[in-house]
């Protein structure tokens, strides 16, 4: 069982900066794949970067070169850098955690980018 804790979400003006947080806690969180995930108003939820066991990364094309997924095993935490932040980037940014038998989910965290 693994306990997803999502935060750093908030309101940023377009062309601004976001660091979402997202701390597990109740397994080795060093043996999971971990995703970042969103959803806006409307629309399916969608992949936005992923990054494994490895630290292999893949991101979705409409955030490559913008956004960036890091994790620190040591602190049981995925990261994921947002920058040039896009109106079209508004939605609720939920984590992931992944293993070849089970997956969890954070309760996610509102982003929202206007002016």
């Known amino acids: 069982q693994v306990q997803l804790v999502e935060s750093g979400g908030g309101l940023v003006q377009p062309g601004g900066s976001l660091r979402l947080s997202c701390a597990a806690s109740?397994?080795?969180?060093?043996?999971?794949?971990m995703g970042w995930y969103r959803q806006a108003p409307g629309k399916q939820r969608e992949l936005v970067a992923i990054i494994t066991t490895a630290d292999s990364t893949n991101y979705a094309d409409s955030v490559k070169g913008r956004f960036t997924i890091s994790r620190d095993n040591a602190k049981n935490t995925v990261y994921l850098q947002m920058n040039s932040l896009k109106p079209e980037d508004t939605a609720v940014y939920y984590c992931?955690?992944?293993?070849?038998?089970?997956?969890?989910w954070g309760q996610g965290t509102q982003v929202t980018i206007s002016s």
């Open positions: 992931k955690a992944v293993t070849t038998t089970h997956y969890y």
């Open positions: 109740g397994s080795i969180f060093s043996f999971y794949n």
